[in-house]
Every structure is written in C-alpha cells, then in structure tokens.
C-alpha cells in the first residue's frame, strides 16, 4: 500500500465503521494521485522491456548482442536498441561526386505489430525486424532545405530480415556498426 494511504488509514478508522473504510481509501488513493511523480525518464521505459540493464542509472548492455561470430563487429548498445525498437540510423558515406552528399541509412520496417503497439501507447522491441538500407545521394546545395529531394539519387537499397543478415550487408557495403548515428546526429535531409 503507498505510504500516504498507509499514513491516513490509521488516521480514518473509527467514525462510519468498517464499511466506510474503502470509500475513505479509495479518496485518499484519489488525492494522493494528484501529488505522484511522473517518470523521470519515459524514453527508457521501451529499452527496459528491450532488455537493457541499467546499473546505477547507467546504460549497460543489452539482451543478446548483434553480431554474427566468427569476430565480426558488434552494435554499439544504444544503436543496436534503437534498431530494435523501430527506430532509423544514419550514416554520411563518400559521394558520387562533387557538390554531392551520401547518406546510408537503415530504417526498420513497420510491421502491423508495431502499428497495433503505437496505438497502444508503446514501442514494440523486436530482434527479428526487417530492415531497409539505402544509399541516397543529394545536391549538398539542397540538403539544407525543403526541397532535398530534387536531384536526390537512390545509388542502391536492399531488405535484409534479421540482425545477422543486416550486418552482413553492412559488411557487403563497407560499412562498420559503430559508424551509424540517430539522425538527428548527422545531416541527412530525411
């Protein structure tokens, strides 16, 4: 029972008898709820039913690691859970040319699991997602604007289904995990 309900219960028996007892509780828990704390960290909520382990409010690792063995790079953690939590990673790359821009990027693709879970209210973690990776070439005059699609170039993309086959892309494509930012990271138009 929370302490302030605890508290006032000693407090409240006595007048209306035993049958009373309830309705009073039931008002306390009503005006202590106006005064709970809100959590202080929401976004971390999805990366505890993830799998994350914090120690001592700090971030340190993750249910199961993706990598594919055999000495192949592994995902920084907090990369690795935003991949799996639905979330898009961003990397610049060497352009197609001058006054030209290259970004990979790795989105997970939505299921209608995930759909059902945002309507929910939460993020669906899932370590068997589907992911499309593209590599998009823009006018670096463009990037900085709405328009950052005209002259935009899909130099390849390809769909991978699981986190082994993701990283055997990324090592198809030169790319290393610890490359990959959020987007809000980098300068990627999208």
């Known amino acids: 029972m929370f302490p302030i309900?605890?508290?006032?219960?000693?407090?409240?028996?006595?007048?209306?008898?035993?049958?009373?007892?309830?309705?009073?509780?039931?008002?306390?828990?009503?005006?202590a709820q106006d005064r709970w704390r809100a959590v202080n960290a929401p976004h971390r909520v999805a990366l505890v039913r993830a799998g994350v382990t914090f120690i001592n409010y700090h971030l340190v690792g993750a249910g199961r690691s993706m990598t594919t063995g055999g000495g192949r790079p592994q995902w920084p953690t907090?990369?690795?859970n935003a991949l799996r939590l639905d979330r898009r990673l961003v990397t610049e790359v060497t352009a197609a040319g001058p006054a030209r821009?290259?970004?990979v990027d790795i989105r997970p693709v939505t299921t209608a699991a995930d759909a059902d879970a945002r309507r929910q209210g939460w993020t669906r973690s899932d370590p068997d997602r589907t992911f499309t990776l593209e590599h998009w070439d823009y006018d670096a005059n463009q990037i900085a604007g709405f328009d950052h699609d005209v002259g935009a170039i899909l130099v390849r993309a390809t769909t991978v289904t699981g986190e082994a086959q993701l990283v055997a892309a990324l090592e198809a494509w030169n790319l290393q995990p610890e490359q990959f930012l959020h987007p809000w990271q980098t300068d990627d138009p999208r």
């Open 78 to 80: 907090d990369k690795l």
């Open 5 to 31: 309900v605890r508290q006032r219960a000693r407090v409240t028996t006595g007048p209306g008898g035993r049958a009373a007892d309830p309705a009073v509780l039931f008002k306390l828990v009503k005006a």
């Open 101 to 103: 821009r290259g970004f």
